[in-house]
Structure formats: structure tokens, C-alpha cells
């Protein structure tokens, strides 16, 4: 039986990530959890945010599922690339696997966007870029400060995710993959990513293509969030995009992700996209969707697509089910969801 | 009177440039205007992009018309990084201005907003930051090939448009400045931007300020885009933002910039927000709101608040007055705005 690491975290993750802990125990009884205690509590208690010895054991397990990492009274950074990115890239989650579509009962803020008109996935990189941590300052509080932050970008990194993305693409109706960068101002990079593309793409002639610079695709997204399918592009962009994407499709609240590890050599790790809201925490409003979707994700990466599709079914009955602009309550969100799945 | 000089370049750009041209003549009748033939077309007959002998007569007017520049049959980077580029960093122009308003009669593709709710301003940084050129490849077309982009950030370069960020919310009624990065992520870049913010900030105690990731700006510029007055962000978050801002007010169709150089010691360039647009190109289809609006804010930066004031009255009058689904006739959109100016 599967064997899972729950890093709750931050903010309103404990929260969630209970919830999603619930459904899945009903859709696929008998994973096995084990709780990681990381974040801002116990980098204000230890001074530590991920010791050598958790890492290790983290990597013994089949997958994690994390709540939010990131908390005000800590600085900017030390959880997100300490605990967070540590993990994306210590585990080579090279694919960041991010779906929006916009469900039956949910409103789009867009006007003319109808449910069911909006399914599409990005293929985020998630262990390159601007993510890897090149970077430094000199002269710092001085009028001559300068920083640098450098952009990462390998052949071997970028064809690995572009051809997930192609994979992902041929099992999907509309079998279309839109490339998204800057190749007009990031030359280099862009250049990387064009050529790269380019090369899968001619394996796969059943695959429609497009590119779009990343400002045109932020637009698209907006006017025209129906015309993707498979979206492929860089950590930032992808990091944005995603967040369009959530907004269109009725908020971060209803969108999960999986830092994936498709080769299988490290566990892949599941969280909602949204952050540790910390001004709701505590409190029993947090949408617990997202952290379910996520859970979702997770049991169909480790092989239980009936589980996860269970759970999938079940959340669009939630949301069907919703009367508009009522506060949801955390846990009877996810009661009605472990209902649902179990019936 | 004013000296300017007018790039139409590329696509779109000499249709929508006319159209400028034809209303900046009404409102400030006089103006000198001498064209310089720079893009696609002379890239391809001369292999010149931007030779030296134009830079400095370019730099010898009081400010620049810019079309639009770039085109499908020219290397992407070519002509956005040895034409339009090369102006914004030559001249200094180190604030890149982007106003988003929805005007009334103009539909947004939000359904909650509604016209004069939105009315923000972009500062984007325009001379530093991933826009620099600091990046490289090697092993090219091998399995080893690595690519680089490196974004500069200098506390002379932050400051200065931070600065410049809030004199202009001390002239607008909400007095609001947001700063925009991700410094969860790029911790040296973010941490002088943060510090610079602050610093500024302390001697603005009229001005309240907020701080935002770029990820939960793009998501709230599509939720609540009435929560912004004046933006402040880097090169590359700007270009993005941008044209989020200007996708929820209407389109680029709509959206007006400035490259300005507020020290004055080179011209500052005015260019609507939207590219060239060849599949449009040459058929009179553009809407030319954008260059025109451009035009407004070129008079404006040259100190002609009037002409400039009458040119906005206008273009509203315009937009207020357009029936709903009817495609624009370029030429004639230019013409009724005219009209209005000198009624
Ligand atoms: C918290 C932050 C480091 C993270 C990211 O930028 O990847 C988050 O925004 C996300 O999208 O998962
Ligand atoms: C054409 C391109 C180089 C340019 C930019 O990225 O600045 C454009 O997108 C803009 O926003 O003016």
C-alpha cells in the first residue's frame, strides 16, 4: 500500500491538507501517512527549515502531499527556496503539472466563459531558470548595490518537460501544445526553447503547435482562455501563467498542482496552488479544493486513476452543488466530499 | 515648436502612426515630424537596423513616434533587441509608462467590472533587469547545450523609477504605490527592490503602499483590478503586467506607453502597448486608439497638457460613441477623433 509524507505547513495547510488527507483516506483506504512537522513553527523553535535527516526520509516515501509553505514573521525566501524549491529541485521534479479547468457551477470572472469551455494544463519546468538560484549582490546598502539573478537553462532540462508535455498532449482530445517564452528579448534561453520544441514537435506530427511570447499568452489567457490545451513553459512564466489560469477558472482556491518526478527516482510531491493565506488561517473558511484536487493528482501519479477519478467526480459535485457567494466552511467541504466519494 | 521623430516600422505600425500623426497635428498644429524608415523592410534591403549616424539623429529631436517593430520573416531579437530596445536603453528610458483605463463604452471582459472602476498606471523599469542582454549559450546544438539570462538590478536604476513611481501617485487621487516582484524566489534582486521601496516609501508618509508577488498581481489584476492606482515593477513583471492590464480594459488595441527619460537629457518615445500585427497588416482593420493615446501622452511629456488633454477628451468621446461588435476602420477612426479635437 502506498506510503505517504504529509508536510502540512503554513498558514491555512494544516487546514486543507486535513481535508484532502480525509477524502483520500475513503477514496483508497489504507495509505499509509506519516507527518512531517516543517515550516515557519519549527524554523522559529529550531532555527532548522529542512535537515539533511528529513530530506533523507522523505525520499523513502511514494509521494507527498504539502499544504503551503511561507509565513510573514519569516523572511522573504528562507521557507520558499529553503523547503519548498529544496524539494522540487532535490527531487528532480522536473515537471510542475498544473490543470485549470473551469467547472460546472463555478463562475469564471470572465463574461464570456462558460463551464466546461476551459480545460487546459500547464507543463510548468520546475528545476531550472530563475528558480535555480544563481544569483548575488554587491555593495549592498550602498548607492552602488548591485544584484544579479541568472536564468539557468539546459538542453537536458528543457527537452525532458517538453516532451512530458507532448506526452500529456496525445492523450488528450484536442492534441495541441502552445510554447510559451520570450525568444524576442530572451534570446538565448528562448532560442533553447524554440530549438528544443521544434525537435519534439517533429516526432510527434499528430501534435498541433504554437508559440506565443509570454506577454501575448498572459493576454490570451484572459480574452481567450478556451484556445489552449497543453501549455508548456519555463519555471516564472510558468509560475504566472498558472496563476491566470487559477483566476480565470474561479481561483487559486480550486487549483491543485504535482511537482513531478516522472522518472520515478524521487517521490513527487502534491500541493494547492495558493499560498498559506495567512489573514484566513486558523479560522475554518480556506477553500480545501485545491489541497483535494491535489490529492487527486497524487493517487493518480501512483497509479490509482479510479481513486483519483473518484475524488475528481466528487469535487464537481461539490462545486455543482454550490449556492452562489455562501462562505465555504473547510471541513464540511471536505465532509461532503468524503460523503460523495464513499456513496 | 516640437521636433519629433516618427518610426512607423513595421506591420500595423505605419497605419496606426498616420493616425497619430493626423490628430497630434490638430491639437498642436506646428509640430515638426521627420520620418525615419527603420524595421523589417530596411533590415531586408540593407541589412541595417539601426545604424549609429540615426541613433544620433534620433537623439537630437524632442521626442520619438514609434509604431511598431517586428516581423515574422526577421530572426526573432533582431529588431526588438537592436531597434526598440536599443532606444529604450540608449536614451535612458528608464521609465516605461503604461496607463490601463476602461473607458466608458468599452466592454471588459470581466463581467463585475465596470467602466471608470479601472484606472491604474504601470511604471515599468526600462533599462535593466533580464532586458539588459547579459546572457550566453554554450555547446549550441549539442545535448550539453546550457543558456543563460542574467538580470541586472542596480540600486541607481531601482530607485530612480521608484522614485519617479511615487511623484506620480502624489499627483493622482488615491496616492497608492504597489511594488511588484517575487522575492520569495529572487532574493537578491527582491531584496533590493523591497529595501529601495522602503526606503523611498518612508519619505512618502502621504502615500500608502502595498507589496505584492508577481504571481498574485497577475491574479488580482484579473479579479480585482480596481484594487491598483500606481504599479512599480521590473522590466520583465512589467511586460507581463502590462498586458494583463490592458487585456481587462479592453485590449491592446486600447493601450498607450511611453519610454520616457524624465531627466530629459535624451528624447522619450511614445508607442502603443501592441505589436505589429501582421496578419492584420496594410487593410485599414487596426485600431489606431493606442498611437493615438501615445500621441496624447508625447505632448503631454513635452509640456502641452492641453493639446494632450483635448486629444484623451477625444479618443473618450470616440469609445463612448462606438456600437458594439462594429469593426474599426483605421483611417476613419483617426479621422472622427480629429474631428472632435478641433470641434
Ligand atoms: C511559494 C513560491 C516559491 C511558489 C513558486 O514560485 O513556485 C508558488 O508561487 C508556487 O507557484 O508554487
Ligand atoms: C517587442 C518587445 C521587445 C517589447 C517588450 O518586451 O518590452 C513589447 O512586448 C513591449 O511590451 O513593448
Do not use: C
Request: charged letters at 20%.
Amino acid at each position: 500500500m502506498a506510503r505517504i509524507a504529509v508536510v502540512a505547513g503554513d498558514g491555512i495547510g494544516p487546514e486543507v491538507v486535513a481535508e484532502a488527507r480525509k477524502v483520500i483516506d475513503v477514496a483508497l483506504p489504507g495509505v499509509e501517512a506519516t507527518e512531517y512537522d516543517l515550516g515557519a513553527a519549527r524554523y522559529h523553535r529550531t532555527g532548522e527549515v529542512l535537515p539533511d535527516s528529513v530530506l533523507t526520509e522523505l525520499a523513502g516515501h511514494d509521494a507527498i502531499l504539502l499544504g503551503a509553505v511561507g509565513d510573514p514573521t519569516v523572511p522573504p525566501g528562507v521557507l520558499e527556496r529553503g523547503l519548498l524549491l529544496k524539494l522540487r529541485f532535490s527531487f528532480d521534479q522536473y515537471v510542475n503539472l498544473r490543470p485549470s479547468r473551469l467547472w460546472p457551477g463555478v463562475t469564471s470572472p470572465l463574461a464570456t466563459v462558460k463551464p466546461g469551455e476551459v480545460d487546459l494544463v500547464v507543463v510548468r519546468e520546475g528545476t531550472e531558470g530563475l528558480y535555480a538560484g544563481a544569483g548575488g549582490a554587491l555593495h549592498r546598502d550602498t548607492p552602488a548595490e548591485v544584484a544579479t539573478e541568472e536564468s539557468l537553462n539546459t538542453r537536458h532540462g528543457v527537452e525532458r518537460v517538453v516532451r512530458d508535455a507532448f506526452a500529456r498532449a496525445r492523450r488528450r482530445e484536442r492534441r495541441k501544445v502552445t510554447l510559451v517564452h520570450k525568444t524576442n528579448v530572451l534570446t538565448h534561453a528562448g532560442s533553447l526553447w524554440a530549438r528544443t520544441f521544434d525537435a519534439v514537435a517533429a516526432e510527434h506530427p499528430d501534435v498541433s503547435t504554437e508559440y506565443q511570447h509570454v506577454d501575448a499568452a498572459a493576454m490570451f489567457l484572459v480574452t481567450q482562455p478556451q484556445r489552449y490545451d497543453v501549455l508548456v513553459t519555463d519555471n516564472l512564466f510558468g509560475d504566472i501563467l498558472t496563476d491566470i489560469a487559477a483566476a480565470v477558472t474561479g481561483g487559486i482556491g480550486l487549483a491543485a498542482s504535482g511537482s513531478i518526478n516522472p522518472d520515478g527516482t524521487y517521490p513527487s510531491m502534491f500541493e494547492p496552488v495558493h499560498g498559506s493565506a495567512p489573514d484566513i488561517a486558523g479560522r475554518g473558511l480556506a477553500d480545501p479544493v485545491a489541497a483535494v484536487l491535489s490529492g487527486a493528482l497524487l493517487l493518480d501519479q501512483l497509479g490509482h486513476a479510479d481513486a483519483a477519478a473518484r475524488i475528481t467526480a466528487a469535487v464537481g459535485a461539490e462545486l455543482a452543488s454550490r449556492a452562489p457567494g455562501v462562505a465555504v466552511r473547510t471541513a464540511e467541504v471536505g465532509d461532503r466530499i468524503a460523503a460523495q466519494v464513499s456513496a
